[in-house]
């Protein structure tokens, strides 16, 4: 099955840094992306979509300028967080779809676990 | 706001009895329906996936469809301490891409 890949598992920064989150398609092509957020005990959020070769579209509430994503290939999109702050920390999981997969599912990620120091 | 309702939880069921998990939803032309089980700390993973009306059967999990009354349900036969998660139910927008999740049932399977 569709399979993707997610790095790093987890991250530790300092307050003001910035934190780039890799999302790979590793055996099919993902026009589509998305990057979700989820605060303990709570459900996913999707924070937003990622189209390969054009801009993010983001969700109502989340800060374009804070969250820079980039897909730049059918294989690779990438989630920066900018100047982070404790109140960042959470955990960020991609998405993917393979068009080609009749089942229609959307692949999952393992998450990225970010804590903001 | 298309929503996507789940009871929080949590759903306790003995080993080996069947755990019914429940869902609605919103937006009456959705047509993708999806089951994920996420384990503490994990990210989710694909149970079932449902498009049609009615059951769909997949193992121990059968998906059960009613678009007329916007209802989706997981049914878990032969539960096992194994399946203690939370298991999201996610609706596909019917004018995008995306997954709109609902918030989880946490289920706990006592041996």
């Known amino acids: 099955g569709a399979v993707v890949s997610q790095h790093p598992s987890r991250v530790i920064c300092k307050s003001g840094t910035s934190v780039k989150i890799e999302c790979r398609s590793l055996?099919?092509?993902?026009?589509?992306m998305f990057w979700y957020r989820q605060f303990p005990k709570q459900s996913l959020m999707l924070m937003a979509t990622s189209n390969e070769g054009s801009k993010a579209t983001y969700e109502q509430g989340v800060e374009k300028d804070k969250f820079l994503i980039n897909h730049a290939s059918l294989t690779l999109s990438t989630l920066t967080v900018t100047s982070a702050h404790p109140e960042d920390s959470s955990f960020y999981i991609c998405?993917?779809?393979?068009?080609?997969?009749?089942?229609?599912?959307?692949?999952f990620g393992s998450g990225t676990r970010l804590t903001v120091v | 706001q298309k929503e996507v309702e789940q009871n929080s939880g949590p759903l306790s069921v003995p080993e080996g009895a069947i755990a019914s998990l429940n869902c609605t939803y919103s937006d009456r032309g959705s047509q993708s329906f999806f089951w994920y089980r996420q384990y503490s700390g994990k990210s989710p993973e694909l149970i079932m996936s449902?498009?049609?009306?009615g059951d769909k059967e997949d193992g121990r999990f059968t998906a059960q469809l009613n678009k007329a009354s916007q209802y989706v349900s997981l049914l878990i036969r032969d539960s096992q301490p194994s399946d203690s998660a939370t298991y999201l139910c996610a609706v596909r927008d019917t004018g995008f891409q995306k997954l709109v999740f609902g918030t989880g049932t946490r289920l706990l399977v006592s041996p």
């Open positions: 055996d099919f092509q993902a026009t589509t």
């Open positions: 449902i498009y049609s009306n």
């Open positions: 998405s993917a779809r393979d068009q080609t997969d009749r089942g229609y599912g959307y692949t």
